[in-house]
């Protein structure tokens, strides 16, 4: 039986997950913007004080490591990093688009609603999975994966046109969802195969799956030196402080 702690900060969604073998004991989180470093460890403690176990009591605890926003991945990173020091807890990696995309197949599976209605789901290759995350101004950071949350493309940044995604659109429908999926609709959801998850957000509940098989196969970052998928080069913005350029 494995306790695994999941932590899920590299977009505008504040999350938290305790999982005993897959099964969910509990979450907490939060989509108000800038609210990380607020409400991190408040919702790792509430959750653990409410799970009936102890700190020591979990096998190892994960983070999304990225891409998504630079800032959130730090803090993220950082919190998880200095728990697993204090608790002499392995940590667990999941990459956050491949955990995006198992959400999405998974709400999928379950409901009626937005695209899943249209969809075939128990024919394998009938179906492609798109994830995106804001990248900002004309990107996203995006990757494609198959029915069984394998990636087909690597994971990118790109600038959506009506041409991209066009090789995988001629044989698949493609379900695109994220927050950066808003800013695509323009481009392709005047394709017959291109479908949209409206209101989809990461999650630590999403995380569940790859982080319980990294477990089993013992797939543990070194703390010391891991850092996270940042994808893109951090660009500062300019100070807006009056008297500063």
Do not use: W
């Amino acid at each position: 039986m494995a306790l695994i702690l999941c932590i899920e900060t590299a977009t505008e969604v504040c999350s938290v997950a305790l999982f005993l073998d897959e099964k969910l004991l509990g979450v907490k989180e939060s989509s108000a913007r800038n609210v990380h470093s607020a409400m991190l460890t408040t919702f790792i403690g509430e959750i653990i004080n409410s799970s009936g176990f102890s700190y020591g009591s979990l096998d190892a605890i994960a983070v999304s490591m990225g891409p998504g926003s630079y800032t959130g991945l730090r803090i993220g990173v950082a919190t998880v990093k200095g728990l697993c020091y204090a608790l002499d807890k392995p940590m667990i990696a999941v990459p956050t688009l491949q955990a995006m995309a198992a959400g999405i197949n998974y709400k999928l599976q379950i409901t009626n609603d937005g695209a899943g209605e249209n969809i075939e789901y128990r024919r394998p290759g009938s179906l492609l999975i798109c994830p995106m995350i804001d990248a900002r101004r004309m990107e996203v950071y995006c990757g494609v994966f198959d029915h069984a949350n394998r990636e087909v493309r690597e994971v990118r940044a790109e600038v959506i046109d009506e041409f991209s995604f066009g090789e995988f659109l001629a044989d698949h429908v493609v379900v695109f969802g994220g927050e950066g999926a808003d800013k695509s609709k323009p481009f392709l959801s005047n394709h017959p195969n291109a479908l949209f998850m409206d209101g989809f957000q990461a999650s630590a509940l999403f995380m569940a799956g790859i982080a319980a098989e990294k477990s089993r196969q013992q797939q543990f970052e070194n703390l010391a030196y891991f850092e996270p998928f940042y994808l893109k080069d951090f660009v500062a913005g300019k100070p807006r402080v009056k008297g500063l350029r």
